[in-house]
């Protein structure tokens, strides 16, 4: 089986981590029921970190592929990474409502509560991350 040949990979993962980090947000919100509010931030830390360092280390295995199949460990980087990616976007979005802020942009969508238009740290400019507007 081949790897498929992406148009916008940019914007399948944006779609992607659309519907992926709400869920692990409301997965994660109902684990940390019965924490401390210290116990809680320590914990959305950790796994914020966890997603930096996913995304820091092995990104690229995300967004470029030779063509290959991937198998066994490569296969098994992407999805890690894919999850971490994902937990860490879900966590940060969970911290900012702990401080009041709302939610959290990523790659030019929101994730929180409230209006993204109302977030203080709304984006000025609505650049295109791809497609021929982007060339």
Do not use: N
Not at 10 to 23: K, N
Request: some cysteine; proline content about 7%; aromatic content about 8%.
């Amino acid at each position: 089986m081949e790897q498929p040949k992406w148009d916008t990979p940019i914007e399948d993962l944006r779609e992607f981590l659309q519907f992926a980090v709400p869920l692990r947000a409301a997965t994660l919100a109902h684990d940390l029921r019965g924490y401390s509010p210290d116990e809680t931030r320590r914990l959305l830390i950790g796994q914020v970190r966890s997603g930096g360092t996913a995304l820091g280390s092995y990104g690229d295995a995300l967004q470029f592929s030779d063509g290959r199949p991937r198998t066994g460990k490569r296969r098994d980087r992407v999805i890690r990474t894919t999850d971490d990616l994902v937990g860490g976007i879900a966590a940060a979005a969970l911290l900012a409502q702990l401080d009041g802020l709302g939610g959290v942009w990523v790659f030019g969508d929101y994730y929180g509560t409230g209006s993204p238009e109302c977030h203080p740290l709304a984006p000025v400019l609505d650049l295109p991350l791809s497609g021929p507007e982007a060339a």
